[in-house]
């Protein structure tokens, strides 16, 4: 199974997306591997070398 989400605090001063992979056995999660990005600005680095564009 594979959830997508949006997390974010209350007061929406923090942003993120996580996917979760489930593996499944006898209908048990046997064990999940979650990815998460932080919506905030690009770190100095990325910038530097000009990677990646803003999504709106």
Do not use: C, Q
């Amino acid at each position: 199974m594979i959830t997508a989400a949006h997390v974010h605090t209350k007061d929406g001063t923090l942003s993120f997306h996580v996917v979760s992979f489930f593996r499944m056995e006898d209908n048990r999660i046997i064990s999940v591997d979650e990815y998460w990005g932080d919506d905030g600005p690009a770190p100095a680095w990325r910038l530097d070398k000009k990677i990646g564009r803003k999504i709106s």
